[in-house]
């Protein structure tokens, strides 16, 4: 049987202190990482939307399934609170770690902060944080994603399939890591079809994140392009993707899904015929592969970098309807082992 702790986030007094606090709690004989329990436990903190986004998040806890049932190890998550500070994932983090889970994983660059923080607390502990390398350390794990690659391939398919030659761009936050998956996809487009039009859009300008959550505003993104022409929509919005591809299935167009196969997400069923593909992130095994070299005692340090070449990244094609699309399909590999032995360069950043 599954055995999942969900740990409560509990919020700070006042925004302005979580803004300003630096640090969560003081050193003693408890923050050096080792367990209280003789169970090996493992902890996700998960990004914004949590689980249940069809997408980023549930790929992460993908992957803690996968351990506790081929490792046998406990598994514990934590979800994000609407608005927090830093301070609430230096407590999170605090927390999951002064429990004894190891590895703590942070699912999002978001995160980087507040490890940066509490990882010299927890020397013992390894701490993963996945989509962010600007913080490292003798105990950080860096997950990383050439997303650009992945969402090339996905532009190759939209200019194979679109009719109207006009195609969607959905970021949900304008933030370097979304403008890879942008760069990727316009290029892929342009380079198959030089006279497509790619119409992009970002929901939302940092700090507001609720690109990230919001289905509604993925939804109404989608319906303006869609008005305008488009017939292919390709969203990079965590759960705020899942609403367009709900509009797209409204029209009758074609959706891209991203960062887990979405075809298969059962939130999605209803939907799921208009989802031609999705880029794909192994972020399932990313998050399996450091929990096993923790419990095997050699954890993984440093940079970990997923790409094409290692089918970190990719294009599912679990849509029946997309398998029967041989002249797309042949054009994918083609572009996909272009890549790999270095012919193409995918851009990261538009």
Do not use: H
């Not at 949590?50 to 934590?78: H, T, V």
């Not at 299935?249 to 887990?260: H, R």
């Not at 939130?267 to 070299?293: M, P, Q, R």
């Amino acid at each position: 049987m599954r055995r999942i702790t969900r740990i409560a986030t509990v919020g700070l007094a006042s925004a302005a202190l979580a803004l300003s606090a630096t640090a969560c709690g003081g050193k003693n004989s408890s923050d050096t990482g080792s367990s209280d329990s003789k169970d090996a436990s493992a902890a996700i903190a998960y990004d914004i939307g949590g689980r249940g986004d069809q997408s980023f998040n549930d790929a992460a806890y993908a992957g803690l399934q996968k351990a506790e049932s081929e490792l046998k190890i406990k598994g514990a998550e934590a979800e994000p609170t609407d608005g927090e500070g830093e301070a609430d994932k230096v407590q999170r983090l605090t927390e999951l770690a002064r429990k004894g889970n190891n590895p703590v994983i942070g699912v999002g660059f978001a995160y980087a902060p507040a490890i940066k923080k509490v990882a010299p607390k927890f020397p013992n502990t390894t701490f993963g944080i996945i989509d962010d390398t600007s913080v490292t350390g003798p105990n950080i794990a860096n997950l990383v994603f050439n997303e650009e690659q992945g969402s090339y391939l996905a532009g190759v398919a939209a200019a194979k399939v679109s009719k109207t030659g006009t195609i969607g761009f959905i970021g949900g936050v304008e933030v370097p890591l979304i403008k890879k998956f942008e760069a990727g996809f316009t290029q892929g487009v342009k380079d198959t079809n030089p006279n497509a039009k790619v119409l992009s859009q970002y929901l939302t300008q940092p700090p507001n994140f609720d690109g990230f959550a919001k289905p509604d505003l993925g939804k109404a993104a989608a319906q303006g392009q869609l008005d305008a022409g488009a017939d292919v929509v390709y969203a990079a919005a965590g759960l705020a993707g899942s609403g367009a591809i709900e509009a797209a299935s409204a029209k009758g167009k074609w959706a891209i899904g991203v960062d887990s196969d979405q075809y298969n997400q059962a939130g999605l069923s209803k939907y799921k015929d208009a989802i031609l593909t999705s880029v794909t992130k192994d972020v399932e095994d990313s998050v399996f592969n450091l929990i096993k070299s923790v419990k095997d005692g050699k954890p993984t340090t440093g940079e970990i970098r997923y790409g094409l070449d290692k089918d970190g990244v990719g294009l599912a094609d679990s849509n029946p309807k997309y398998k029967e699309m041989t002249d797309v399909i042949a054009a994918v590999e083609k572009a996909k082992a272009e890549i790999i032995a270095k012919k193409i360069n995918v851009k990261t950043a538009p």
